[in-house]
Each structure stands twice: as C-alpha cells, then as structure tokens.
C-alpha cells in the first residue's frame, strides 16, 4: 500500500513537472507569454519553471548572430554611375519583448532590415563616387552603414553588428564598356612595350655602331701614328745616310729613277755633243 | 533464487504453490532496474581524438570534454555535441569541386569569381580558403549557420582586390592578396565571435574575364616581343664590336708591319748607300760614270733614239712630229 503511495507521488510530480518546466537552450532566449501576453524574458539558459499550458506558453527567439542577405540591388553613387551592390548583414535580437511586439518572428525581422538597410545603402552610397565604394574606402562606408542601420533596427529590439557589401559589380551594360576600357588600355599597354623595344633595339644598334667607329677610328690613329713614326726613322736613316755625300746620292738616286723613267714609248732626243756620245764623233 | 511460495487453503487443507503476483512485483522491479541502469549507461559517449565535446544541461552549457570515453547525465538532462576542431575545412570562392576526382571536376561560378578591381577593371578570382574551428563553444552558440556562410570570405576578398590593381593582381600581387584576405577575413570573423580560425587563404586562378583575354595575352606577346627586340639588338652589338676590335687590331698590325718594313727598308738602303759611297770614294770619277753607263746600258736598249746636231735653230723642227717619225720608226 504503502509503495503504491509514493508511485503515485512520483507520477504526479513527473506530470506537474512537464507541465511547468521548460529548457531554455544556450542558443535561445525566451519570453514567456501569459494568455498571449507577454510577462518575462528569460536569457539565463537552463532549466526554468511557469504555470502549465494554457495559462502561460512559451516562445523562444534565437539568441545568436543572424544572417541576413538581401538581393542584389542597383544603387546610384554621387557621380550618378550605377552599381549592382549585394550585400549582408549580421544582426542579433537583443530585446526579445520588443522584437516580438514589432516583427514577431525572423522573417518578420527580414523584411523590416531589408527596408532600412536599404535605405541606409542609398543614402551612404549618395555621397561618394563609385571609384571610393569599390575601391578606397568601403571600410569606412560600411562602418558607417552599419551604425545608421544599427539605430534604425533599435526600434525592433535588433542590434545590426555588421553590415558589409559582399559584392559591388558593374550593371551588365556597363560591364561592356568596362571590357572596352580594359582592351583599349592592354593594346596601349602592348604598344608601349613594342615601342619600347624599337626603342630599346635602336639605342644598342647606335650604341653599337658608334662604338664600332671610335674603335676603328682609335685604330686609325695609333696606325697612322705608327707608320708616321716609322717613316720619321725612315727619313732619319735615310738623312743620315745621305749626309755623308748628298752629291753622290742626288747622282745614284737618279739613276735608280732613269730606270724607272725611262720605257720603250721613250723617245730621246740627244745631241751630239751629248757626253757618252763623244766617242761616236 | 528461491521461488517465493505462498499457502492457500482450499476446503481446510493447506497447500503451498508459487506466489505469482510476488514474482511479477519481482520481474517488474528487475525490468525497471535494467531500464534504470541501460539510462545511466545512455550516458556513455566517445570522442573522437580530433573532436571536442561540448556538454549542456537543460540547454545550458556546463563543459567541453577531451578525446576519449566521457560520461554525461543520460538525456533529457544532458546532451553532448562533437565538434571536429583539429579538422581543417575548406571553402571555395568562384568555382566548386563537383567530383575530387581524379580527374577532378569543377563547376564555375563567373557570378563570385568576376570582381572589380582597383581603377575600375573586372578580373577574374577562384579562391580556396582553409579554416578550422578553434572555440567549439562559440562555433557552436554564437553565430547561426556560420560554417555554410560563404558571404564575409567574397566580402573580404572583393574588398582587398578593390585595393589593388588589375596587373597587380595578375602578376606579383598574389601573396599580398592572399595575406590581407586573410587578415580581413579572420577581422570579420572575429568580430562574430564565430570561433574560427583562418588557416591559409589561396589564391588559385587569377586572370581576365574571358571577354578581354585575347587582349592581355596580347600585352605578353607584346612584351615578349620587347624583348625579342632588345636581344636581337644585343646580338648584333656582339657581333659587331667584336668583329671592329678585330680589324682594328689588324689595322694596327698592319701599320707595325708598315713601320717595320719601312724602317728595315731605310736601313737596307742606307746600308747599300753606304757600301756604294765607299767604293765610289775611292775612285770617284771612274764609278760615277761606270755607273751611268750601267744605267744607260739598262734603260736606253729598245726604245727610239735620235740625235740630232743642234744648229742655232730648227734643228729640232726637221724631225717632228715626233709620234709619226717614232711609228715609223717602228715599221
């Protein structure tokens, strides 16, 4: 008998038990409803208790950092060029009670950032050119994005963390005139370098080729120098030599030049008197 | 065991015979004591040597339990998951592996892979990125579906190429993109509290949009032909220079042998000179005109001669024309 007692005790328990309690995970937070009225939160995760169904329920909203992607959206910039941004954000639910009031749900909440942030976008990208969004200071712009969009979403118990262009293209028909660019820019890119080496060809030809003269012209020189000395040695030996009777040799080099005067189209006319002649008479 | 028995009396006479309902109690009590003790035993759980276990109870985490056979309160108290941290994860940017292979497959993706870059020009950037999960706890309670988030590494990388221009990119610039992609990266995910931990960021195919790649193959020939040029150039310097040292070499040469001949000669001829003006010294009369007959006998054989008295006038004037009278001479 007595046995059955406690039995029927523990089942009441057990019943009053998953009734009343309920786990609040290390990813969730919770609010307790009290006839579809919200009376608590709960972030502290574990084991919690609240008067049975139907009195009190609960909703559990996620507690961790949230995605949100939006389509890809064409923006204009301030120098009126159009860019096709794709971006992100990261967000968490940091008022339970307000976000449920506001959007109730994620996909409430979606709908909502999808609204501010891309008006934030709009407004932001407004007041640079596009060169700066692609380029120089996205940094600075989503950090920008992100606090304008962060105290918009206040109102719905969100906290934007991050809010970050995943991509920022060109729109399609844009693109093509970016491909002309970019061909145009190569062929000046691949004239240049052919030019350069025409250029670089030529210089080292000249450079060559003047080389090529000094050399020839330095040998000239030291040639000419040489055999001018040479014959200055020559013309003193000779000099010398003569010196001793330049009669004798004024005699002897003429007749070295007779011989070489003198051919078979020669004709002499002699007279007489000439003197080998004289034994002729 | 002993079977229990019990004592019923019918019709004044006692018999004994087993107590069911007692041994029913019994098996019932037995059943509920295996059941009791195969919960206990639900709490046994292995972890893997690359994994960490994370422990919650009633959804609140209490511990994170090392490779090895762990013990956690059977359910619904306690549960456990196994997150693999020291396994290294990829991500692919721009393309994905359809089939490892071999040979491997891959699908392109042109919608992630086309990007601006810096001064406005689009290239083309499949990406690889290595990570591995270094906080199971964060990974696991801080951020929703970060593992199959592909968006912060194009966020990331977009925004480090959008710094950088196009040849940069294409040519010497891919460590720096790799290293401050990283860098970003692991900024951004940080800042999410995601756990993680960027293991290496590699680049894998760079190069143009199909659109303009005829013209940047274009740009290389071109500065191959640079330098097809200057080579050609370099070796027709090689050849040339060379080749003037050589004559100029020779044209020196050549007048050293000038010089030498030249002076050898003057010496030679000062030399005879000498020999001569000894022998004509000591009897000068005599060689001077034995030596002008010798020339005479040489030069005058063969060719026409007259001799003619030389009157006080016309003498000469009887004999020309002097080129008919040498022809008739001839006939």
Redesign the interface.
């Given at each position: 008998m007595k046995r059955n007692r406690t039995l029927r005790w523990i089942v009441i328990a057990l019943v009053v038990i998953l009734m009343t309690a309920y786990?609040?995970?290390?990813?969730?937070q919770a609010i307790v409803l009290q006839l579809g009225k919200p009376v608590r939160v709960v972030i502290?995760?574990?084991?919690h208790f609240k008067l049975p169904w139907p009195i009190q329920s609960v909703i559990f909203l996620?507690?961790?950092?949230?995605?949100y992607?939006s389509n890809p959206t064409e923006i204009l910039t301030r120098d009126k060029k159009n860019l096709v941004l794709d971006n992100?954000a990261?967000w968490r639910i940091i008022d339970p009670l307000k976000f449920y009031v506001s959007v109730r749900d994620e996909n409430g909440a979606q709908a909502r950032l999808d609204d501010i942030i891309y008006s934030e976008l709009r407004v932001e990208l407004g007041k640079h050119d596009?060169?700066e969004v692609?380029?120089?200071n996205?940094?600075d712009l989503m950090a920008n994005v992100t606090t304008t969009t962060n105290e918009a979403a206040k109102a719905y118990g969100i906290e934007v963390?991050?809010v970050?262009?995943?991509?920022?293209?060109?729109p399609a028909e844009n693109?093509r005139s970016?491909?002309e660019?970019?061909?145009a820019?190569?062929?000046r890119?691949?004239?240049?370098?052919?030019s350069?080496?025409?250029e670089?060809?030529?210089?080292?030809?000249a450079?060559?080729?003047s080389?090529?003269v000094t050399?020839?012209a330095?040998?000239?020189k030291?040639?000419?120098t040489?055999?001018g000395?040479?014959?200055g040695?020559?013309?003193d030996?000779?000099a010398?030599?003569?010196g001793?009777?330049p009669d004798?040799?004024d005699?002897?080099r003429s007749?070295e030049a007779?011989?070489k005067i003198?051919?078979?189209?020669?004709?002499?006319?002699?007279?007489?008197?000439?003197e080998?002649?004289k034994w002729?008479k | 065991m002993p079977i229990p028995k019990k004592n019923i009396t019918i019709g004044g006479e006692v018999f004994e015979v087993p107590d069911l309902g007692a041994l029913f109690g019994r098996g019932l009590n037995a059943l509920f004591i295996v059941i009791g003790a195969l919960w206990l035993l639900s709490g046994i759980y292995i972890v893997q040597a690359e994994q960490q276990g994370v422990v919650?109870?009633?959804?609140?985490?209490v511990r994170v339990t090392s490779p090895g056979i762990n013990y956690r309160l059977p359910w619904?108290i306690e549960r456990v998951d196994k997150v693999g941290v020291a396994t290294v994860r990829r991500a692919e940017v721009g393309f994905r592996t359809i089939d490892p292979g071999p040979p491997a497959k891959y699908q392109d993706k042109p919608?992630e892979s086309?990007?601006?870059t810096?001064?406005?020009?689009?290239v083309k950037v499949d990406l690889i990125i290595q990570y591995k999960i270094v906080d199971p706890v964060d990974f696991?309670?801080?951020?929703?579906?970060m593992e199959a988030?592909r968006?912060?590494i194009?966020?990331a990388l977009?925004?480090v190429v959008?710094?950088h221009e196009?040849d940069e990119i294409l040519t010497t610039g891919k460590g720096e993109i790799q290293e401050e992609t990283l860098m970003l990266l692991q900024k951004?995910v940080d800042?999410?509290?995601?756990g993680l931990k960027i293991v290496a960021v590699q680049l894998q195919d760079v190069h143009?949009?199909d659109?303009?790649r005829d013209?940047?193959k274009?740009?290389a020939?071109?500065?191959e032909?640079?330098?097809?040029?200057?080579n050609?150039?370099?070796g027709?310097?090689a050849d040339?220079?060379p080749?003037?040292?050589g004559?100029?070499?020779k044209?020196?040469k050549?007048?050293?042998a000038?010089?030498?001949e030249?002076?050898a000669?003057?010496?030679g001829?000062?030399?005879n000179?000498?020999r001569?003006?000894n022998e004509?010294?000591s009897a000068r009369e005599v060689t001077?005109k034995r030596?002008?007959?010798e020339?005479?006998e040489?030069?005058?054989p063969?060719?026409?001669?007259?001799?003619?008295?030389?009157d006080k006038s016309g003498g000469?004037l009887n004999?020309l024309p002097?080129g008919s009278?040498?022809e008739g001479g001839r006939k």
């Open positions: 786990q609040v995970d290390e990813i969730d502290e995760p574990g084991l996620d507690k961790r950092l949230l995605d992607d992100y990261k596009l060169d692609v380029t120089k996205r940094e963390v991050d970050r262009i995943k991509r920022a293209d060109l693109e970016v491909y660019r970019m061909r820019e190569r062929k890119i691949a004239n240049q370098y052919r350069e080496g025409e670089e060809a030529l210089k080292i030809r450079a060559a080729d080389m090529k050399i020839m330095n040998a000239y030291e040639a000419q040489i055999r000395q040479a014959e040695k020559a013309i030996i000779y010398k030599a003569v001793k009777d004798f040799y005699f002897l007749m007779y011989r003198i051919d078979t189209s020669t004709v002499l006319v002699l007279p007489p008197e000439t080998w002649l002729l | 919650r109870r009633f959804g609140k985490f619904p919608e086309l990007m601006l810096g001064n406005l020009n689009i696991l309670f801080k951020v929703k579906g988030t968006r912060p194009e966020a977009r925004q959008g710094k196009i951004i800042s999410y509290e995601a143009p949009p659109a303009v013209a940047f274009d740009v020939s071109a500065r032909d640079r330098d097809r040029l200057v050609i150039a370099q027709y310097a040339i220079i080749r003037a040292r004559e100029a070499a044209m020196v050549d007048a050293e000038f010089a030498s030249r002076v000669k003057a010496e001829d000062a030399e000179f000498n001569i003006l004509y010294r001077r030596m002008l007959l020339t005479l040489q030069v005058l063969g060719l026409k001669k007259y001799i003619v008295k030389s000469i004999i002097l009278a040498a």
